[in-house]
């Protein structure tokens, strides 16, 4: 369980990266934007994880929402290939493409949409990490 609430935490940093990069003047980023609304500050995401905080469960749900690629509780599978591509170093589409069908399949087993985007995000960190895909920050 410790390793689920770690590769929240990663995914959460991902997103950010890629957020950040974004023009400030368009005002915060869905990161940003849903940590604000759940009440989480950025420094205590880490210290949340290991409590295993509820509200933590949701964030990345609201950041798929806010970028497009959760819409009426369906993940697009093609917004999320795209982002991938667009936003990950060294990623080509055959690569995403794999990447998002195994973790899509993997996904089919939650519960509820939080559960499904973190299932995403934990595969997908197992996909990076299997593959040899570093983030850079």
């Known amino acids: 369980m410790k390793f689920y609430y770690f590769a929240l935490c ?3 940093v991902i997103v950010y ?20 609304e759940s009440g989480i500050k ?11 905080v509820p509200k933590l ?17 369906k993940i697009d599978l093609e917004a999320l290939k795209e982002s991938m591509i667009e936003d990950i170093e060294g990623i ?8 998002v069908e195994i973790c899509t399949n993997y ?3 939650a519960k509820d949409i939080c559960d499904e985007t ?11 990490d299997e593959r040899n895909i570093k983030i850079k920050m």
Do not use: W
Not at 57 to 73: N, P, Q, S, W, Y
Not at 92 to 99: G, N, P, R, S, V
Not at 118 to 128: R, S, V
């Open 57 to 73: 469960r949701c964030l990345m749900a609201c950041v798929f929402e806010k970028e497009g690629i959760l819409t009426d509780k």
């Open 10 to 12: 990663f995914l959460a």
């Open 42 to 52: 950025e420094e205590d995401i880490e210290k949340l994880a290991n409590a295993k």
């Open 107 to 109: 996904a089919k087993t």
């Open 92 to 99: 080509d589409e055959k690569t995403a493409t794999e990447i």
């Open 17 to 36: 990266s890629h957020a950040k990069d974004k023009d400030s003047s368009e005002g915060p980023n869905s990161y940003e934007e849903c940590l604000a």
């Open 118 to 128: 973190n299932i995403i995000g934990i595969c997908t960190k197992e996909q990076f």
